[in-house]
């Protein structure tokens, strides 16, 4: 008996699990294919696609059932545009009338509409008003989806629009503006990685490499500004696109900015010398596999391409010059800057003139006698007192002995287009050897100075206090003479900029070699 109550009790529970069933797939909502979109209006109920900036415009959901059964429960979600900023939304009837019976609730940039349920054949809406976002231009992204428990086809339940906000008054002149700004933020960038270069690298393959990337950089920028020359003139590039440029106040304030950007185009180029130099027995010798050339000789011949492009935004500035009827103080003004400019291509062409008699002239040949390497790294000891110290090498590189005769520091400090005092730190020990000479401003090595074999290398130590501490600039040249034969070294110049506050560990190498 005990085993038929049991069996009966199980079937009085698969009994109800079918009776719940059953209850379960009768509450299922019925199958219906629910569909939405959406589309944006102005004031004037237009359909629009662009929005003006900071403009009010309206959002128009349109949620269909086009069965005929009701569908209960249905949620619509709408994810807002981040950028748009959200002033209201109601859902509403064909007729216009407000559903009162729907909740609309806000979380960030999502949207939730909760409808207890639309009716058979009926289309519900929800309208959003927005504001568009000030800044422009942009594109606005909504999407919007309808959730629905038995929904037929989940394909069509969701939408994307996407609505433009453009930026008012945008033309030639407005894109060449922006050009001109990003010109010049890549120039900023270009100057830092510039100041890298004389920190970074130290072997030759880092020297090489960093040279090398430097290089395409300013090239790079060399077809920037050309291309930014080419927007100001016309198709004929005989002077000014006056049909895009034709207010004088326009032409000036470009005028002026390709000024400034020639000018620091050229001050990139001259780094790219300076760095060449400081280099340059770094890379004696070096040829990167696979190539023709040795390194020097790639870099002079990327120095003398850098130098046409240059010549070529010099040619387009007088044409843009000339041009244009400027007014006549403005094209005072603008022949003054062409003057400077021009003295400054100048010093750009007298420095390649340098690499050329360093590479051509008097290129280092061991197989002749002797030749100094004279390295100087420089680093801040104690920047809230200004105080730097300095490492100087001598090498000798050549085949012979070498004997030094006389070695200097002449330095002095300028700051506000003055010369401030200098003093030698002697008394704490940082600078055995050297003393000062009457009046300052320079120093010699006092102790006996020594003769060099082939292969050989001396480290002279001395530290630089600055007096008064004011922020400006550093400079010191290292003079070194030797008895070498016919071959003596001339002066080597050095360069170190204090800045505020300078960089603890900062460290800069300087190298160079000296033809007799």
Known sequence: MAGLRGIASWIGILVLLLVSTEIAFAELPTLIDLSVTKIARNDSQANIVEAPAGSKFYYNISVVNPSGYNAPDVVVTDKLP???????????????????????????????????????????????TVYAPTEAPT?????????????????????????????AGYDKSAAVKSFEELLHNQTRLLFDFEDLLHVVPDTTEENYTFIASFEQLLRAQANLSLSFEDLLENEDNTGWDLGNFSDDDVRIDFLKSFKRIIWDEAFLFASFEMKLKDAWLSLYGYKVLGHSQ????????????????????????QLLLKTGNIPPDDKVNAFTAFESLLRVQA?????????????????????????????????WLDFSQLTREYKITVSNIGSTTASLI??????????????????????????????????????????????????????FKMTLH????????????????????SLTTRSFVQKTIARAPPNPGNETNETGVEPS
């Open 466 to 485: 600055i007096f008064p501490l004011e922020l400006g600039e550093l400079r010191n040249r290292i003079y070194l003479v030797s008895d070498v034969e």
């Open 347 to 379: 010093n750009l062409l007298m420095s390649f003139e340098d690499v050329l008699k360093m590479k051509y002239l008097d290129p280092v040949d061991e197989s002749i006698g002797s030749k100094l390497r004279l390295t100087v790294r420089s680093k």
């Open 294 to 317: 040795d390194a020097q000789t790639e870099f002079i011949a990327s120095f003398e391409d850098l130098l046409k492009e240059q010549v070529k935004l010099f040619d387009s500035y």
């Open 406 to 459: 006389n070695l200097t520091s002449i330095y002095e400090f300028a700051y506000d287009n003055t010369t401030g005092d200098l003093e030698l730190l002697l008394a704490k020990g940082q600078s055995p050897g050297w003393n000062d000479t009457i009046g300052g401003h320079s120093a010699y090595y006092q102790d006996p100075l020594p003769t060099l074999n082939p292969g050989e290398s001396i480290v």
């Open 139 to 167: 594109t606005l992204y909504d999407i919007v989806n309808v959730r629905y428990a038995n929904d037929l086809d989940p394909d069509d339940n969701t939408f994307t629009l996407s609505t433009y906000v453009p930026l």
């Open 82 to 128: 981040y950028d748009v900023v959200y002033d209201s939304a109601k859902a509403q009837a064909k007729n216009g009338a407000i559903l009162t019976n729907v909740t609309i609730h806000k979380t960030g940039d999502l949207l939730y509409v909760s409808f207890p349920q639309i009716p058979k054949l009926r289309t519900f809406y929800i309208n959003i």
